[in-house]
């Protein structure tokens, strides 16, 4: 069955520096990939996507590549902020429309002023 | 534009009894979902909708769950009789369509935190 695997947190860092959170999967055939946030009190949001090999997907200052090769999808921020503490999570979608998601155990991201 | 609308947000039960959540998802949306998210994981599908049919409930334990959607738009998500591993946050999302070419965001309402004691 799909799969996806996150690097376990809490991962904590000062302001401005950077971020990578990574993330792999398993997928018999060709998954779009995402990447969701949560932020304190809030419910999930779609930060960035990506449906097929080599996309580049971008939002917020964040981007994940979607790399086949080594079936992963690492999610990475030049600068973070202290707004950007959050949970991240990585999922995957094997039909062309993003149901169905299979989810990662998520990321909490902690950024210190 | 108002979002996925869920209640109770909270709920402490005993284990053995019943207890249901209501979803309501944003106007227009055709899509439904219910996912169960356990402390420390991510959430796992239980049930999708497409209009009032489901299209996939895989991963719903129907000996104690049960959904439904009537007339396509809220929906009721029940849990008959509750066991200590069914504390969790149940998650409802809901998204424009299904099937059709695209990919759909999945929008998240706030959840319920469910405590079975």
New interface residues.
């Given amino acids: 069955g799909n799969s996806v695997t996150q690097m376990e947190g809490p991962v904590t860092l000062s302001e401005e520096a950077f971020l990578t959170i990574n993330c792999t999967y398993t997928a018999t055939g060709y998954p779009s990939l995402f990447w969701y946030v949560q932020y304190p009190g809030e419910g999930l949001q779609l930060l960035l996507k990506a449906t097929k090999a080599d996309d580049k997907g971008s939002n917020k200052g964040f981007e994940a590549t979607y790399r086949k090769e080594t079936t992963s999808f690492h999610l990475e921020k030049g600068s973070v902020q202290v707004s950007d503490s959050a949970v991240y999570f990585c999922a995957l979608s094997e039909d062309n429309a993003g149901n169905m998601l299979t989810f990662g155990g998520g990321t909490r991201l902690m950024v210190k002023p | 534009e108002a979002?996925?609308a869920q209640s109770p947000r909270y709920k402490i039960i005993e284990k053995r009894q019943s207890v249901a959540f209501w979803c309501n998802p944003i106007s227009g949306h055709a899509?439904l979902y219910w996912y169960q998210q356990i402390l420390?994981?991510?959430?796992?599908?239980l049930i999708?909708f497409q209009n009032n049919g489901v299209?996939?409930d895989s991963q719903l334990p129907k000996d104690r769950f049960s959904a439904e959607r009537l007339k396509g738009v809220d929906s009721t998500l029940k849990i008959q009789p509750a066991k200590l591993e069914d504390s969790a946050v149940y998650?409802c999302?809901s998204?424009l369509?299904?099937?059709?070419?695209?990919?759909?965001?999945?929008f998240?309402?706030?959840?319920t935190r469910l405590t079975v004691l």
Avoid: I, M, R
Wanted: glycine share 24%; hydrophobic share 30%.
């Fill in positions: 979002g996925v899509t420390g994981q991510g959430p796992k599908l999708q299209v996939d998650l999302a998204s369509d299904h099937g059709l070419a695209g990919v759909y965001e999945q998240f309402g706030p959840g």
